[in-house]
C-alpha cells in the first residue's frame, strides 16, 4: 500500500516539481548570460542600453522554452493531442461564452479583492492579484508573455497534467480542488493565492465539465487579458 501511494506521489508531483525546477533554471540561466554581456566590452553598451528589452526576453524565452520542454517529455505520456477536443462550428459559441466568462470573472474577482484591501486592514504587504506594472513591460511583450505564453503554460502544468493525472488517481472532484491548491501555492501572495484558487477551481471545473483543454486555456488567456490590457489604457 505504500508503494503504491508513494508512487501515485511521484506520478503526481512530478510534472510540478519539473515546472518549478526548470521554469527558474532558465530564467537564472539566462540571466547570467545577460548578466555577462552587460560585463562584456563590446556588449556592454548592447545590453545595458536595452535591460527592458532582454528582462522580458529573458521571460518570454523561459516560458516559451518550458512549454516546449513539457511537451516534448509528456506529449505522449500524457496524450495531449487527446486533450484538445476537435473544434467544430457548434462549438464556437460556447467558446465565445467561456472567453466572456473568464475576463467577468477576471475583472469581478480582482475589484472585489481591491474592495477588500482598501477597506480591510490584513496586514502585511497585500497586492491585487493578477496586477500589471506598465512601466516595467512594454505592451507587445506583455500581450505574448502575460496573455498567451503564461495561460498556456499553467493550463500545460495545472489542468493538463496535475488535474488529469490526480484525476486518474482518484476523482474528478479530488482532482479540480488539489490541482487549484498547487495552482493557487505557487502565487506566493496570500490574496493572489486566493484569487488563483477561486480561478483554478473554476477551469478544472471546465476541464471536468467539457473534457477540453483548449476551453480553459480560452477561460484563463480572458482573464490575463481583461487585467492587462486596460492597465495601459
Known amino acids: 500500500m505504500f508503494t503504491g501511494s508513494f508512487k501515485k506521489t511521484v506520478y503526481i508531483l512530478a510534472p510540478l516539481i519539473l515546472y518549478f525546477v526548470t521554469i527558474r533554471i532558465f530564467i537564472y540561466g539566462l540571466q547570467i548570460l545577460y548578466t555577462l554581456g552587460v560585463h562584456t566590452g563590446a556588449a556592454h553598451g548592447l545590453f545595458t542600453g536595452h535591460a527592458f528589452f532582454f528582462k522580458n526576453a529573458v521571460s518570454i524565452t523561459s516560458y516559451a522554452l518550458m512549454i516546449m520542454l513539457l511537451i516534448l517529455v509528456y506529449g505522449k505520456t500524457d496524450d495531449l493531442k487527446a486533450a484538445f477536443k476537435k473544434t467544430e462550428v ?10 466572456a ?33 506598465p512601466s516595467e513591460t512594454p505592451f507587445a511583450a506583455g500581450l505574448i508573455l502575460y496573455c498567451l505564453l503564461a495561460p498556456v503554460l499553467e493550463e500545460l502544468v495545472f489542468r493538463w497534467l496535475e488535474y488529469g493525472r490526480i484525476k486518474r488517481c482518484f476523482s474528478g472532484r479530488i482532482a479540480v480542488i488539489v490541482s487549484s491548491l498547487f495552482f493557487a501555492v ?26 477540453d483543454l483548449k476551453l480553459s486555456m480560452l477561460f484563463h488567456i480572458a482573464a490575463n487579458c481583461l487585467i492587462f490590457i486596460p492597465a495601459y489604457f
Not at 475583472?107 to 496586477?131: C, Q, R, T
Not at 484569487?195 to 477551469?203: D, E, K, S, T, V
Open 186 to 211: 505557487l502565487h506566493f501572495n496570500p490574496v493572489q493565492m486566493v484569487y488563483a484558487f477561486i480561478m483554478g477551481c473554476i477551469m478544472a471545473f471546465i476541464m471536468e465539465r467539457y473534457d
Open 90 to 99: 457548434k462549438d464556437i459559441p460556447r467558446m465565445m461564452i467561456v472567453f
Open 101 to 133: 466568462v473568464g475576463g467577468v470573472f477576471s475583472v469581478g474577482l480582482n475589484l472585489l479583492a481591491a474592495f477588500i484591501l482598501e477597506h480591510v486592514k490584513l496586514g502585511g504587504d497585500m497586492e491585487v492579484p493578477s496586477s500589471f506594472d
